[in-house]
C-alpha cells in the first residue's frame, strides 16, 4: 500500500530556513505521480502549497510560498523534498506531503491548484515552528 513519511520538521527563527523531506513507497515512484505538501495551521483549513511531476518534474507553486519554498525529488530515494526559506511567523503549521497517482496530474494541479480533494494518499505530518 502506498506510505508517506515526512521527516525534518522543528523550530526556527523567522527569516532562517529548514528542508523538510518525504519518503515515498508502494507505488511506482517517477510514473505517473504528483507529490505535493500541504500545511495546516491550528484553526485553519489545509492547504496546498506546491507539487512536482515524479516523472517530468513539473512543478507548481501557490502564490503564498512562490520564491520562498522549493520543491525538488530524488528519484533514486523516491523523495521529495521542501525547502524553505525566509520563513516567517505565518508559516507555522504541520506539514503533510500527499500523492495524486493520475497521469495528468500536474494538469489537473495546474487548472485548479493544489487541492485536498484530488490526492488520495497522505503522510502523518511534520510540525514547522517559526518564531
Known amino acids: 500500500h502506498v506510505q508517506l513519511v515526512e521527516s525534518g520538521g522543528g523550530s526556527v527563527q523567522a527569516g532562517g530556513a529548514l528542508r523538510l523531506s518525504c519518503v515515498g513507497s508502494?507505488?511506482?515512484?517517477?510514473?505517473?505521480?504528483?507529490i505535493a505538501w500541504f500545511r495546516q495551521a491550528p484553526g485553519k483549513e489545509r492547504e496546498g502549497i506546491t507539487a512536482i511531476h515524479t516523472d517530468n518534474g513539473g512543478e507548481y507553486y501557490d502564490e503564498s510560498v512562490r520564491g520562498r519554498f522549493t520543491i525538488s525529488q530524488d528519484k533514486r530515494k523516491n523523495t521529495v523534498y521542501l525547502q524553505m526559506n525566509s520563513l516567517e511567523s505565518k508559516d507555522t503549521a504541520t506539514y503533510y506531503c500527499?500523492?495524486?497517482?493520475?497521469?495528468?496530474?500536474?494538469?489537473?494541479?495546474?487548472?485548479?491548484?493544489?487541492?485536498?480533494?484530488?490526492?488520495?494518499?497522505w503522510g502523518q505530518g511534520t510540525q514547522v515552528t517559526v518564531s
Open positions: 500527499a500523492a495524486y497517482l493520475y497521469w495528468n496530474c500536474m494538469h489537473v494541479v495546474r487548472v485548479r491548484g493544489v487541492m485536498t480533494r484530488d490526492f488520495d494518499h
Open positions: 508502494g507505488f511506482n515512484y517517477g510514473r505517473n505521480a504528483c
